[in-house]
């Protein structure tokens, strides 16, 4: 594996116990941050930004994530500058966010080889480094850790819904931990979207196969037992609403500004070239989590090349990307019912897309301006998505091999 430094950063080596360590500090994060400082009242990091400049000034990267300068303000009152503790915390919170998303997957695929097989490539996919190792990284694995803790109180909302008065009280927590994930990083909101797409798919089975058009076959029945799936599917949508609507008003109703430098492509003055390039970055983005063997923290100038015209290579691997998502989801959705259970459940694919997927797409520069060409972090709540779709592969591939066993054990049978 190859690692790409950058100047951006500041470095310190350490060898303690024998061991070589890494201490990336982002020195406006952490070092000259004044939100850490005792002397610095704790309420002003609800109105700075995750650098601890003024959410409304004209210089702020708008990055709005109090409970992540929080931790770091904690950890600076025990510590101090002391990087141990810091990395401590990291490694903590990743362990939690591991345990969490091994206990989801085993809701989806039951006991057995793959839940233990999705939770240790999410364990140790070297995606990850960033976010764990370095300390800037904690606001992607806190909002992780809130995104799974808000889709377990969905699960449970969804398990006892018409049944007890208590899911009720599973719904609220999901919103309340729903807001706290988007208070460590903005993406954290869209849980709200992947417990929806979990009650349709998962819980209702929305889908069923009819014959001749598939596309007849997603249905949900107007009775009054699904009267709660709407209500519930309402609630996820104004809360998420209101949740967008407050944060939009709290950074003053204006998107952040970047330099040339950070996002190359979105001071493009060609149309065409932001266009290519901001559709061949999801492409990028997934090869890093099939193939990691190139990582880096910082992809920002000329890492990524600019693609400015159609002639270019590379825009093959976008088509091929585009496309074979495109089947993948067209094939999940057109299956036989039987080809899409997995112990019980369904559409566990179409979930692990939603999953793979809606967490990226503020990184995708569809609906604003990043500051960043790739970033590795930003990764780390998708990779779940893309674990559980290893893990369902590996699941299916199982079934699959014991359904042909026991046909061709029939098939010996009636011939003998």
């Known amino acids: 594996m190859r690692f790409i430094p950058t100047s951006k950063l500041k470095f310190q080596y350490k060898r303690p116990v024998g061991v070589l360590f890494l201490f990336v500090f982002c020195s406006r994060a952490i070092k000259t941050n004044q939100d ?5 009242p704790w309420t002003h990091i609800f109105y700075n930004d995750f650098w601890g400049t003024l959410l409304t000034h004209s210089g702020s990267h708008k990055s709005y994530r109090p409970l992540c300068t929080l931790s770091f303000r904690i950890n600076h009152a025990v510590g101090g500058m002391d990087p141990w503790g810091y990395h401590l915390v990291n490694v903590l919170l990743h362990a939690a966010v591991t345990g969490l998303f091994t206990n989801f997957s085993r809701i989806l695929f039951g006991d057995g080889y793959w839940t233990l097989i999705a939770g240790l490539l999410f364990a140790s996919h070297p995606i990850h480094t960033e976010a764990v190792a370095g300390i800037v990284g904690r606001a992607d694995i806190g909002a992780c850790l809130f995104f799974l803790l808000s889709l377990m109180c969905y699960v449970k909302h969804c398990s006892t819904r018409g049944s007890s008065p208590s899911t009720w009280g599973w719904i609220l927590g999901a919103g309340l931990c729903a807001g706290c994930s ?5 993406q954290g909101v869209t849980v709200l979207a992947i417990s929806a797409v979990y009650d349709i798919f998962i819980t209702v089975r929305a889908f069923k196969s009819v014959e001749g058009n598939w596309l007849r076959g997603f249905s949900i029945p107007l009775t009054r037992k699904n009267l ?13 609403t209101a949740l967008l609507g407050v944060r939009l008003y709290w950074m003053g109703n204006k998107p952040p500004s970047f330099s040339n430098s950070d996002n190359p492509a979105a001071d493009s003055d060609s149309f065409l070239t932001r266009t290519l390039t901001f559709l061949y970055l999801p492409t990028k983005n997934l090869w890093l989590l099939l193939c990691p063997d190139t990582l880096s923290f910082d992809w920002s100038m000329d890492a990524v090349p600019l693609l400015k015209a159609v002639s270019d290579w590379r825009n093959l691997h976008t088509v091929a990307f585009y496309a074979g998502l495109l089947l993948l989801a067209y094939f999940s959705l057109k299956g036989s019912s039987n080809e899409r259970e997995c112990n019980g459940k369904t559409n566990i694919v179409i979930l692990s897309l939603s999953l793979l997927i809606v967490p990226f797409v503020p990184a995708t520069n569809l609906f604003f301006y990043v500051g960043f060409v790739i970033a590795e972090r930003v990764l780390y709540v998708p990779s779940m998505g893309f674990c559980l779709c290893w893990g369902f592969l590996l699941h299916l591939m199982q079934i699959t091999s014991i359904l042909h066993n026991k046909n061709e054990e029939m098939r010996s049978y009636y011939s003998a």
């Open 36 to 40: 850490l400082l005792p002397e610095t």
């Open 182 to 186: 988007m208070l460590w990083k903005e």
């Open 228 to 240: 709660s799936l709407f209500f519930s599917i309402g609630l996820l949508t104004s809360w998420g």
